[in-house]
């Protein structure tokens, strides 16, 4: 007596034979579909029998068509194996030596590629295999294609972006009202003759907010008028929103005459608010650009951040602004308790 492969149970009467072994005509099914095989074309593997559509690499979901691998129980494509078993450099596609580094976006690299050039907005290596290149610029400036082909080239999508970033400031105290703001986008030569300071080690120059101030002769300021907002072309649409909106906290400063304000106090407080907000986003690139302001040491931008964040935590954030304006620093414990 034969029994079933399938069901292991006895054949009484009408069988059939395939792959070796009998089977029951209802169990000779697609081991993957489970629909029935008789009379139709199938594939075997491992003694079970398939449509040649249903056979699979369980690493990419493809079908096996010719060459494949078996590895636990399952045929594999031999490139798919690799990948699976022994991981690839995502610089140079060769088995990853005994040392290497894995980026925030899980691309692992040999660290011998420490030397590549990052892009300047997202931090990844730029290189052919990652990010298919990317732009660089004289002054070190470089933006990776991955953030290129999502960048802000146009006036009308700055534009868009820049009245929900004024709505987003608004949203927590800072409101802009009427006051205008005007965005130029730009190129790297304008912005780095608009600047005001050379503390740009970590953070490239990527927006300024420009102003006009006249003043008679003996120094005394007669006006001052907003003229706008400068940032730099291509940045990918999460990057540039947060250069809007440090610089929009800038024109808040300046319409509401926050004057004098030492650098680290007011650059702090425009990279703080950048972090409110990217708080309120639930992304990965969101998530990229909060660990990166946490982790900055730069003297002006990342310590004046974690002095406006820990000054957060003396007082809220409507009478900080009204502390750091008639101060023109960061509160201390004992300034913000006798605050009033």
Request: charged content about 25%.
């Amino acid at each position: 007596m034969n029994f079933c492969k399938s069901c292991r149970k006895p054949i009484h009467g009408n069988g059939l034979e395939a792959l070796g072994s009998h089977w029951h005509v209802h169990c000779f099914n697609c081991r993957t579909c489970k629909k029935p095989l008789l009379n139709k074309s199938f594939v075997g593997f491992n003694g079970r029998p398939f449509h040649s559509r249903c056979l699979k690499c369980p690493g990419c979901r493809k079908t096996i068509k010719n060459k494949y691998i078996e590895n636990d129980g399952m045929p594999w494509h031999p490139d798919c194996y690799q990948k699976q078993n022994h991981p690839l450099c995502a610089v140079c596609r060769k088995p990853l030596s005994e040392h290497y580094l894995v980026d925030f976006w899980g691309n692992a690299f040999c660290d011998t590629h420490q030397d590549y050039t990052q892009c300047s907005s997202c931090s990844r290596t730029v290189c052919k295999n990652i990010t298919d290149g990317g732009m660089s610029f004289p002054d070190g400036l470089v933006i990776c294609n991955i953030c290129n082909l999502r960048g802000v080239i146009t006036q009308e999508q700055g534009d868009r972006l820049m009245d929900q970033m004024r709505s987003a400031l608004a949203s927590v105290g800072l409101k802009l009202h009427k006051s205008s703001t005007p965005l130029t986008l730009c190129d790297r030569d304008e912005l780095r003759e608009a600047s005001r300071h050379n503390f740009h080690n970590e953070r490239p120059i990527l927006g300024l907010a420009r102003w006009s101030t006249t003043t008679a002769g003996n120094g005394q300021v007669i006006s001052r008028e907003f003229n706008d907002i400068l940032i730099q072309k291509h940045l990918p649409e999460e990057h540039f929103r947060t250069v809007a909106i440090h610089e929009l906290t800038h024109a808040w400063f300046f319409y509401n005459n926050y004057r004098d304000l030492p650098l680290e106090l007011e650059e702090g407080m425009c990279v703080m608010m950048e972090y409110i907000w990217l708080k309120s986003q639930d992304t990965q690139d969101a998530e990229f650009r909060r660990m990166a302001i946490e982790s900055s040491d730069d003297p002006v931008y990342g310590l004046g951040f974690q002095k406006a964040k820990a000054s957060l935590k003396l007082m809220p954030l409507k009478t900080l602004l009204l502390f750091i304006k008639e101060r023109k620093t960061f509160p201390t414990r004992w300034s913000a308790f006798f605050f009033q």
